[in-house]
């Protein structure tokens, strides 16, 4: 549209270009030194200064002394006035402290009323400046006694001369010290931004491959006092192996939910075809069927509602509440006979926790009480109970669910609550592998510790502890992968 102005590239909302952080870095590190050079040439032109004035005015003071000794018979006028010269001595005059004793000849230096209060006596020594035959002179006026006053007077060209020199060298060496501060700082600049470069590269790099395996290189050997960009670094190797964890647990989950969902599927396929010519079968074969078809059915749909669950990166917050865990357990509990008739469960909840509460979901609490405890019910033989305790400890409860079926060899125990892991002696029993590892989550979420061990005497000993609601923050905001 015509009318509207163009918007440069590389220029922010303001106008201003916008200019890499290196660049930026560079112009400050530059400016920083180039101001402390200066201000230190400029102190040092200043002090050098105010020594020649000083060297100046001690050479006037020493030329009063000696001509106050020299001339004080003398009567008022001048006593000495070749300083017009730069070789010459020090000028110098007797000024009367009344203007009715002035000599007859004029005055070489300037007569002003201070100079005849120093010649009475009311005013101090002071010094001023002058011009004096064209050029630029220092005067001293003291009093000399008698009513009189003494002012001696030099030509200033070698303090012009020293402050001049003084100047151009200073000058020169400001000159080279902002060069010499840019240099600096694009050398500060490249130093200290290597790592952020290695940073955006490594980032770059994985944006582009989707590879998280990268990581930016680090010191051999790293101390407590680590510089910031160097933490930086490590916490964002950090990061990417998280990420790679994390990626390579989602594929481990893609890859394991695909098997685990093949056969299911083939089944469906397989009744549903045998199904779809119904015609052929007698009543029975349709029914058996039909059964298996139902029954696959809802195999698939309780693995893929652990899918679900398990792929949930956070638990609800506002669905926290103060749960008393006795009521959910023994609700548990009566869930658990009823789907499992065969088994015997026995509950025994101490007197301390009927009435103690924690934070948390009920019906996630729920859900991970049913999972252990249809794993304790589906290893547990013919007439063994499955034992559930509730008991109180310090700043919480602990729940045991026991069984008296295998238990779990030493081989298997550190991956009893990974997805999908079955160890032998169960692949031959219904499931998917998933209840245990949905279990650890939600107690995870719950800052509980859930943990699998054997029983004394044989089969399977589950412990939860769970803190009580003085002692909980709350659920976490906890993703597994």
């Given at each position: 549209m015509r009318g509207l102005p163009r918007r440069r590239a590389g220029r922010t909302d303001g106008g201003w270009p916008r200019r890499r952080l290196r660049t930026r870095l560079t112009l400050a590190a530059s400016a920083a030194v180039a101001v402390v050079v200066l201000g230190v040439c400029a102190a040092a032109f200043l002090v050098i200064r105010q020594q020649l004035l000083h060297q100046l005015d001690l050479h006037l003071t020493q030329s009063a002394r000696l001509a106050a000794q020299q001339y004080r018979r003398e009567p008022p006028g001048v006593v000495q006035g070749e300083c017009r010269y730069l070789a010459a001595p020090a000028c110098t005059?007797?000024?009367?402290?009344?203007?009715?004793?002035?000599?007859?000849?004029?005055?070489?230096?300037?007569?002003?009323?201070?100079?005849?209060?120093?010649?009475?006596g009311t005013r101090g020594?002071?010094?001023?400046?002058?011009?004096?035959?064209?050029?630029?002179?220092?005067?001293?006026?003291?009093?000399?006694?008698?009513?009189?006053?003494?002012?001696?007077?030099?030509?200033?060209?070698?303090?012009?001369?020293?402050?001049?020199?003084?100047?151009g060298l200073l000058g020169a060496v400001g000159a080279a010290g902002v060069v010499l501060a840019g240099v600096l700082g694009s050398w500060v600049s490249r130093t200290g931004l290597a790592p952020v470069a290695r940073l955006t590269a490594t980032a770059e790099r994985i944006a582009a491959t989707r590879d998280a395996r990268h990581r930016i290189e680090l010191p051999p050997k790293r101390a407590a006092g680590d510089?910031?960009?160097?933490?930086?670094?490590?916490?964002?190797?950090?990061?990417?192996?998280?990420?790679?964890?994390?990626?390579?647990?989602?594929?481990?989950?893609?890859?394991?939910?695909?098997?685990?969902?093949?056969?299911?599927?083939?089944a469906l396929r397989a009744n549903a075809d045998l199904l779809a010519r119904s015609d052929r079968l007698t009543?029975?074969?349709?029914?058996r069927?039909?059964?298996?078809?139902?029954?696959?059915?809802?195999?698939?749909?309780?693995?893929?509602?652990?899918?679900i669950e398990l792929a949930r990166e956070e638990e609800p917050d506002p669905l926290v509440e103060d749960v008393r865990l006795a009521s959910v357990v023994a609700h548990a509990v009566d869930a658990a006979r009823d789907h499992w008739p065969d088994v015997p469960f026995r509950l025994r909840i101490a007197h301390d926790t009927e009435t103690g509460t924690v934070a948390g979901v009920p019906a996630r609490l729920s859900r991970l009480l049913s999972s252990l405890l249809d794993n304790a019910a589906k290893f547990s033989p013919p007439g063994r109970p499955v034992e559930v305790t509730l008991a109180?400890?310090?700043?919480g409860a602990v729940l045991e669910i026991r069984d008296h079926g295998p238990g779990i060899a030493a081989e298997d125990l550190p991956y009893v609550f990974?997805?999908?892991?079955?160890?032998?002696t169960a692949r031959a029993l219904p499931g998917s592998g998933l209840g245990l590892a949905m279990?650890?989550?939600?107690?995870?979420?719950?800052?509980?510790?859930?943990?699998?061990?054997?029983?004394?005497?044989?089969?399977?000993?589950?412990?939860?502890?769970?803190?009580?609601?003085?002692?909980s923050d709350g659920l976490s905001q906890v993703s597994y992968p």
């Open positions: 005059q007797l000024v009367p402290a009344r203007a009715v004793d002035d000599p007859a000849g004029p005055y070489l230096l300037p007569v002003t009323g201070a100079t005849r209060q120093v010649a009475a020594p002071s010094y001023s400046e002058l011009r004096l035959a064209g050029h630029r002179a220092r005067m001293l006026t003291t009093p000399l006694g008698a009513g009189r006053a003494l002012q001696v007077a030099v030509r200033a060209d070698t303090v012009d001369q020293g402050v001049r020199q003084a100047a510089d910031e960009i160097t933490r930086l670094a490590a916490a964002f190797n950090t990061m990417l192996g998280e990420l790679e964890k994390s990626v390579t647990a989602q594929r481990r989950l893609v890859a394991d939910a695909s098997h685990e969902l093949r056969t299911p599927l083939t009543v029975a074969q349709r029914e069927a039909a059964g298996g078809l139902g029954r696959q059915l809802r195999e698939v749909t309780v693995l893929v509602n652990d899918l109180r400890t310090t700043g990974d997805r999908f892991y079955r160890a032998r279990a650890r989550q939600i107690a995870r979420a719950h800052h509980a510790d859930l943990t699998a061990g054997q029983a004394p005497g044989g089969g399977a000993l589950f412990r939860l502890r769970i803190p009580d609601s003085a002692a």
